[in-house]
């Protein structure tokens, strides 16, 4: 047998009839169906029972095949050309598809090779569907797809990335020509994923310049090597700009509401946890591993003390048309939050779920400040009261030395006696330290009220400071004796010396004034970690109900006594300043003992630290040199006459009245001090002391004479080049103690 002819043997027709798959039909040219061969998969019209011989397709198959089939069928037998197509062939429970090859067998009949693509067809549609819903997918999802040549560097495109181009066309362009439009920091990262010989699925964002900035994502997928070898990488590339956006969007929100100060949480109905911000969660104390949603408002938040009040608080939310605002006090508050103003508000999310959101603003600060400010009022109204009674005290004190003053000296110049007019003039001396006293109380009181008391932390020896006290008493006191009371070894500790002499003098002062005669001793001991001084006197007592408010400002236990009431109060801040307390014990009749401790702070000892001052005696003051020169730098002739007077002739006394007539008779004269007046016309007092200074010798005295007391004052002129201070009201004795301090 000739096997190449085998398909042209009629011998073998039969049986390659036999072979074939397609079912052959054989109608009449008016559709009717004479003979027929089923091999293929049957169907309620064409099957094995041959149910369609002796029928005519035209009116046994459905309307639908038959309105294109019969159109085909005509044309076949009016033109004799072969037809080849497909049809859909409906039934009742599916829908079959047949390929109908139909040639004319004589001019009679019809041969239809009727074979059945039901399967096929169904899975084209399928696929058709899918790359249609891949399609929109891709649109919806901004994606597009790509391959890229690893060999030639062409990608090759089409998708919906929705930037440069949206097309179902494939497009093509090199790697350089893509990167060119590649964020520049991203460039490298997308040619390593591309261009790497160890290939693996990867997903990276970068960020792609086109009108602006857009974040893309692309995942690569598969590699696979082309026919001509060449190997290709598949992926796809998505457009996340809008997702970076929302995230951005949704991350600032959440920024927003956990960086706000309002502590904000929302429940569900039944007081389950919702949500709850970082504020709302640290106020609670709920750590941050705790699932919220395993907990109750009513368990947690103190305003909600247990499910019958939050059963309460939503019956009057719904009461209020589900919004109610209220104030929350917090006794017992777990963090510094004392008082919220608090707004809660029903909104039901897209499940129809009620949603409680509370949003609660912290006001403590303005319930402090309220509070504050109701405190402050009442401490107003007493400092109104206690002002009415400073004022009436003080008109009383300033009034009793003032009388004294003004009565004797103006009755002084009629006074022939030698005796009486020491005696007065006495009088008037002791009234102008007790003013100056005065003067002082008031000056601490106001800077103790505005807080600029100044202290000074220097290592001190205190036998020497008690000593230089007790010298300092003992010149002016007439009625009681001063005694000491010291251990034997002297110790060094760091205070402010000035201000520690103010408490121990104001407390001699006391105890001399009301001691009409008897002793007044000053000691001090060690206790634990404290130094205690105290200063015990036998004078007449206070009687114990007076102890409790002898501390108070303007408070005095004997109204007919001299002082203004402010003396132990100033004490007593001081000693507060300087971290201790003050204390009195007393008995009426057998006297007093006032107390306080300071911190005992050692300092370095030694012979530099501090030296016992000697007091000016005016017996030793001697009587000056005809040829030293002292230029006075005073705008008034007043004060002038008055150093003349006090320094007598001794002196050879220069007057200017302004800085620039003072540096003038510095250059001509040459004099060996100046006392000068910070407040000078034409030129600053402070100005014209540097001017001086920068002139002068660096050896030569300036001395300021000044009707400032502060501290800081003080300190501004010697850093402006004086060598001492002279505080107005001048002083006799203090003057010539500091001419004989630097002449």
Known sequence: ????????????????????????????????????????????????????????????????????????????????????????????????????????????????????????????????????????????????????????????????????????????????????????????????????????PESIDYRFVHDKVYYLRMKTVSIHKANNGEMIINGYTQNIDDIISSWDQLKMVTMAINNSKESIYATKMDGTFDFINELCRAQCQIAEDVDIKTLKAYEVMEYFSDKSTWNDFIRNLKANNDTLRYINNHSNPKSNVICSDCTSFVFRNEYGEDIIWHLCRDISEQVRYENELRIAKEKAEESDRLKSAFISNMSHEIRTPLNSIVGFSGILADIDDAEERKKYSGIIESSNKQLLLLIDEVLDLSKIESGTLEFNYTPVKLNDLCRETIMMHQLHNSNASLMLELPDEDICIQTDKSRLMQVISNLINNAIKFIPKGTVTLGYRLITDFVEFYVRDTGIGIPEENLGKIFNRFEKVNHFAPGTGLGLSICRSIVEHLGGDISVTSEVGVGSVFSFRIPLQFAASGDDIIQTQSVFNPAQQFTGKKNVTILVVDEFDDCFELIRVMLGSGYRLLHAKDGGEAIGLLEKYQPDMILIDIIIPMTDGLEAIRVIRQKASFSLPIIAVSAFAYEEDKQELINSGCNDILTKPLNKQTLLAVLSKYL
């Not at 002819?5 to 559709?31: F, K, P, V």
Request: hydrophobic share 35%; glycine share 4%.
């Open 1 to 200: 047998m000739k096997v190449n002819s085998i398909l042209h043997d009629e011998g073998q027709a039969a049986r390659l009839l036999n072979m074939t798959c397609d079912t052959l039909l054989l109608l009449n040219n008016d559709g009717t169906c004479v003979d027929m061969v089923v091999k293929t998969e049957n169907n309620p019209y064409v099957n094995e029972q041959h149910t369609l011989r002796g029928k005519n397709i035209f009116t046994y198959f459905p309307e639908e095949t038959v309105s294109e089939l019969k159109q085909a069928i005509e044309n076949v037998i009016r033109t004799g050309e072969v037809s080849t197509a497909n049809y859909n062939l409906p039934s009742k429970d599916k829908l079959f598809f047949f390929k109908c090859i139909i040639q004319k067998f004589d001019d009679n009949h019809l041969l239809c090779q009727y074979r059945d693509i039901t399967r096929r067809s169904q899975m084209k549609k399928n696929l058709e569907l899918a790359n249609e819903r891949l399609i929109e997918t891709s649109r919806a999802a901004k994606i597009g797809y790509w391959s890229y040549n690893t060999t030639t560097r062409i990608i090759s495109y089409s998708g919906y990335v929705g930037i440069l181009f949206d097309t179902d066309e494939e497009l093509y362009f090199t790697l350089d020509e893509y990167i060119e439009s590649i964020f520049h920091e991203d460039q490298q990262k997308i040619r390593e994923v591309l261009e790497r010989q160890d290939f693996g």
